[in-house]
């Protein structure tokens, strides 16, 4: 695959979403074809079950949430993610499997075993080319949401304790999967966290990409 996959990661109120768009504006401003999408979600199977799991999340058992979002994400890889890839793209998600491990594992229980046993059956050995995992304390993470509409959803009302779960799930998902993650301090303004994460895609960008930069 010729394309790279860049993934983003990281609690409730880190700025995932602003830092995605951010991205994938700079990449389609040097000329490389770049495709957003999410997870759960991205394809038409995908948004379905996205819609389940956050109207109903809270009533269903822990397995049967995970093995959702490892359907929505074999079918989200087989007709997204991997023909994107083949087609040179840029392919920029906003989560993806280590969501499974801190969400489904670390709060709600489903084994890292099966987790990993479910990745391997979806995705076989294929992992991102980078994951950003965005590092924010929940104070800071919380007052976010706050000022976000009313329409929160059950994930983004969870408690602190829960976020300080996840904070420390996405922590330790960055360490053990090290050889493609990069943890990024999302303090400060979006500009500033922006530019720490272009340290990082930096080397993954075709080298004529990188000199225009580094001379513009
Ligand atoms: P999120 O990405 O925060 O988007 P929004 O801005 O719409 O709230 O919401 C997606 C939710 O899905 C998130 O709270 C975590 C959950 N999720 C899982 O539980 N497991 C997964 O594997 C993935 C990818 C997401």
Redesign the pocket.
Known sequence: MTGRFITFEG??GVG??TQVSLLADELSARGLSVKVT???GGEVVGEHI?SL??SF?SHMDPLC??LL??GA?RDHFVKLIKPMLENDVFVIC???????????GV?KNVSTEDIMLMKKMVLGDFEPDLTVVLDLDPEVSMGRLSTRSLNL?A??CMQKGEHEVIRNGFRKTAEVFSFRSVLIDASGSPARVFSRIMGAVQPLLPPMTARRAAAG
Request: hydrophobic share 25%; charged share 40%.
């Open positions: 609690g409730e995932k979403t999410r997870e759960p996205r799991l956050k999340s949430e995970a979002v490892f994400r906003d989560r993806f499997y280590d969501s499974s491990l801190v969400y489904q709060l959803d994930y983004d």
